[in-house]
């Protein structure tokens, strides 16, 4: 039922239709159950850290080792698809039609949008981790908020818009997770690897630029009158992005501009986003 309200406004007021390829691919045909996740995310995530109020932390070395090479070669899988199926071949930056349905191209950059999109629900074991760990300090309003959205975010473009301009998210989005994710299996080798990891608060600086390029190109679109491409999802991603920025902004100077001053022990980064390290604490270089 809310799929089929979904589809009928969102052709009603703004012409979007879903994309004949996606419509019925996993998960991409049920939003009940995407937004059912989305939310239950949201109160799982508080009412987790109250269930875990009686118990020690676990130890998940292991498994989230484990968990952060999966996610390099998921993303690695998207941005090779993203590349070899228009990015880095025969897309035009500044404006790009959506394709045929019958281009083995284009099919390719739907099927990258839907992994993607999947590998999203994945990604909610980093919260996950996060609770049975007890990091009650990394389960910010960023981390939950920008785990719920972008999952409704890639369920859109996946069923809507899958390939051509608004594509360029998933492909840049892909690079930026696996050298965060490798960032974060490397970590956790624990502080001998550290001293290797300076580059540590330039993650936040890609993620920062991933939006400022992502915002750019939307905008561009939306000032054109002769590209040949739906421009309601522009408008919501653009907004959204806009938040994203003032909040890893944010972050990015409480963690490396302020406490920066004063030398203090800080956690990093990748402890706010992602269960990599060890339970220690890393001091700003």
């Not at 974060?184 to 001998?192: A, H, Q, V």
């Not at 993620?207 to 561009?220: A, G, K, R």
């Amino acid at each position: 039922m809310l799929l089929q309200i979904t589809d009928h406004y969102l052709k009603l007021f703004v012409g979007l239709e879903p994309d004949l390829r996606t419509k019925d691919w996993f998960l991409v045909n049920n939003l009940g159950f995407t937004f059912f996740i989305s939310v239950f995310y949201v109160v799982g995530s508080i009412l987790g850290q109250k269930i875990m109020k009686s118990f020690k932390p676990f130890e998940l070395r292991t498994p989230i080792m484990i968990y952060n090479t999966l996610m390099i070669a998921v993303n690695g899988l998207v941005f090779y698809m993203t590349a070899a199926g228009g990015w880095f071949t025969h897309y035009k930056f500044l404006c790009q039609p959506l394709g045929s349905i019958d281009d083995p191209n284009s099919y390719m950059m739907a099927k990258a949008s839907h992994i993607l999109f999947l590998s999203k629900f994945m990604e909610l074991l980093d919260t996950v981790f996060f609770i049975l760990r007890k990091r009650e300090r990394q389960i910010s309003f960023l981390h939950v908020y920008h785990h719920h959205t972008v999952i409704l975010m890639f369920w859109s473009s996946t069923r809507y818009l899958p390939d051509g301009h608004c594509s360029l998210m998933a492909h840049i989005n892909s690079f930026i997770h696996v050298i965060m994710y490798t960032y974060y299996l490397l970590s956790g080798f624990g502080p001998k690897m550290q001293k290797y990891l300076w580059w540590k608060k330039h993650l936040t600086q890609m993620q920062l630029s991933q939006f400022v390029i992502v915002i750019l190109h939307d905008l561009w679109l939306l000032s054109s009158a002769t590209c040949d491409y739906p421009h309601a999802m522009s408008y919501v991603a653009t907004a959204n992005l806009v938040f994203l920025i003032v909040l890893f902004t944010n972050f990015y100077v409480k963690n490396y501009r302020e406490k920066s001053v004063n030398k203090q022990t800080i956690e990093t980064e990748d402890d706010m986003w992602e269960p990599c390290l060890s339970s220690q604490s890393v001091k700003q270089d």
